[in-house]
């Protein structure tokens, strides 16, 4: 599966960003979607991940009630809505695709994104 990532950029605190992954190939091999990121210094971490057939999602606790998950099957893209955003979110955001939500096999670049105080 090949990812695109885009979307990211500079925001303030409070503000808000809306991450796309453009999924291409064999899509259907990985029904799990997810998206990571990794701040400078730091270790990459989970931030929320989706299926393909389902609509239930699953958030890291930093990020539920700010964050939303959601994905087009048509479009096979997947979104990361991004609300009342924190300078500590910021990082590299990368998607990812894999199995279940806790085997990925594939990863897109990262998107930058920069929240100043």
């Known amino acids: 599966v090949q990812l695109q990532a885009y979307g990211g950029g500079l925001v303030q605190a409070g503000g808000s960003l809306r991450l796309s992954c453009a999924a291409s190939?064999?899509?259907?091999?990985?029904?799990?979607m997810g998206w990571f990121r990794q701040a400078p210094g730091k270790e990459r971490e989970f931030v929320a991940a989706i299926r393909w057939g389902a609509s239930s999602a699953v958030y890291a606790d930093s990020v539920k009630g700010r964050f939303t998950i959601s994905r087009d099957n048509a479009k096979n893209t997947v979104y990361l809505q991004m609300n009342s955003l924190k300078p500590e979110d910021t990082a590299t955001y990368y998607c990812?695709?894999?199995?279940?939500?806790?085997?990925?096999?594939?990863w897109g670049q990262g998107t930058l994104v920069t929240v100043s105080s």
């Open positions: 190939g064999r899509t259907y091999s990985s029904p799990t």
């Open positions: 990812a695709a894999g199995s279940t939500t806790s085997m990925y096999n594939d």
